[in-house]
Every structure is written in structure tokens, then in C-alpha cells.
């Protein structure tokens, strides 16, 4: 099997291993920063409700950030699946394989570049165009799509903001 997974991917065991510790790198990494936008976005939040009272342009300015915050999180989040979704991958011997149908070895360079790419070049470009023809009404990318749970956890967050 192990031979089968090498030349399917042209990977050695051991680059998949270096793939799979700079994904759960990544992932921490990652991790890091959207828990920190979120406790930042909370704690300015929760600190502003003792300098009432506000003038309007303070607080459309606050309502742009909160929203560009939950967006950059959203964003991460994405990729945070993404990261997921390649390290089942890796235990499932089919990292490094094109899912775009072609089930082609994914190049080196392109996994060195964002080692989550679920797709060949070639696919990726036809899944950004909607055009691939393996591709799900709601369309992954490899920068991954949003959970509704996850949705729900940014509805929450905003609800707790302009609740406090």
C-alpha cells in the first residue's frame, strides 16, 4: 500500500510527514491569532460600554471593525477546515491527490506553497470558475467553506456584542 501511496502522490513517507507538521504548525498558528482576535474584538467591546456616551461616527467606526474583525476570523476559520480536511487526508493515504476527478499527483511546489491544496493547478482553476465538473452546488476551494455551525458561533458573537 505504502508503495501505491508514493507513487500515486510522488511523495515519500517522509514528506508527508514535513507536510503534516507544518499543517498542525499552521493550524496552532492559526489558532492563535483567531483567539486573540476574538478576545480583542470582546474586550475593546466590553470597555467601550463605560464611555457612554458615544458620538455616531465612534460608533459606525466600531460596528466597521467588529464586522472586519468577524470577517478576518470567518476567513481563518476557512482555512482552519482546510488544514483539517488535509490532515484526514494524510491519514487516509490520499494527500498529495488531485480531487478535482483527475485524481493526478498534486506538484511538490503547489503543496510547499499551501500544503492543504486539494486540487492540481489545473482544478483549482477550474474549481475558482466553477467549472469542475466533480464540483458540489456549495463548491469547495482550497481555501475551504464555511460550517453552518461555525455561522452560527459569528451570529453569537456579534449578538453578544450589541447585547452587552
Not at 94 to 107: D, L, V
Request: aromatic residues 4%; negative net charge.
Amino acid at each position: 500500500m505504502e508503495k501505491r501511496r508514493k507513487s500515486k502522490t510522488n511523495l515519500t513517507p517522509a514528506e508527508i510527514e514535513k507536510f503534516k507538521a507544518q499543517l498542525l504548525a499552521k493550524r496552532s498558528e492559526i489558532l492563535d491569532n483567531v483567539t486573540h482576535m476574538e478576545d480583542e474584538t470582546l474586550r475593546k467591546e466590553r470597555s467601550d460600554l463605560s464611555n457612554m456616551p458615544i458620538h455616531l461616527a465612534d460608533a459606525g467606526t466600531d460596528t466597521f471593525e467588529l464586522e472586519n474583525t468577524l470577517g478576518l476570523v470567518g476567513s481563518e476559520r476557512k482555512i482552519l477546515q482546510e488544514i483539517d480536511d488535509a490532515l484526514e487526508r494524510i491519514e487516509n493515504n490520499t494527500f498529495g491527490i488531485c480531487e478535482g476527478g483527475t485524481e493526478h499527483p498534486i506538484p511538490k511546489a503547489r503543496l510547499k506553497a499551501i500544503p492543504w491544496a486539494r486540487y492540481c493547478v489545473k482544478c483549482a482553476g477550474l474549481s475558482e470558475k466553477g467549472l469542475l465538473a466533480r464540483e458540489e452546488p456549495s463548491g469547495k476551494s482550497d481555501y475551504g467553506q464555511i460550517s453552518e455551525e461555525q455561522d452560527d458561533d459569528f451570529d453569537n458573537i456579534a449578538d453578544e456584542q450589541n447585547n452587552s
